[in-house]
């Protein structure tokens, strides 16, 4: 008897919308049998709930979607109030803070893996930001990106400003060797202060070198 092969029909791809939900956390109440009249003890709230009412899970989407994904926290306002739950951006930007403060520990790690080796590059990038106190414009501020290119790590700090001062918080005090970076005289005064001097070693940027070359040539035609 001839049995005709069965066809399995591969499943389309579904999607289920993220949904919130409430995590009830109990803190239990203690009193000493033998010392009632001491006040009662209280099991503590986790530590990042001390500060606000939102679980690490929540915190953690929060900042890939705004950091990795790039979405501006009134966007995900949006986001979370067509599910139901409706925050305010100033509640998400004051989380950010929060994670920021916790996550303490391991941004010095990073930095302690980034300076390692002897060899870094730094550069800033100015970025507008809107500051309170300026009122109708927006301030300039730099983000500071340092970039070991042998490990491959890189460690970002935010500065509104990028004056030497930025450098003594970036770079460590204990390091020694060598910095790659363009020409702001920030750096060469970095380099050349008291608490720095003989320790650090400044490299031109090859891209800014390279920039140079093509202006010249701009400037002078084809002419060699």
Known sequence: MFTPPVRVRSKPPA??????SCQKIIRRKYVRKKARHLPLVTAPLPLLQERCIATPRLLAHTLTQRFELHLPYCRIEQMYA???VPLTRQTL???GGICADACGLIILAIQKEVFAGGYVQIDETPVKYQDPERKGTCGTGYFWVVHNPVRNPSLFAWHTGRVAACLESLVPAD???LIQCD????YESF???????????LAGCLAHARRKFFEAQAEGGDAR
């Open 82 to 84: 067509r599910a139901g």
């Open 183 to 186: 020409g702001y005289q920030a």
């Open 15 to 20: 999607c289920t919308p993220g949904k919130f």
């Open 175 to 177: 390091f020694i060797g």
């Open 93 to 95: 930007s004051n989380w």
């Open 191 to 201: 380099s050349q202060s008291p608490r720095r001097q003989g320790q650090i070693q």
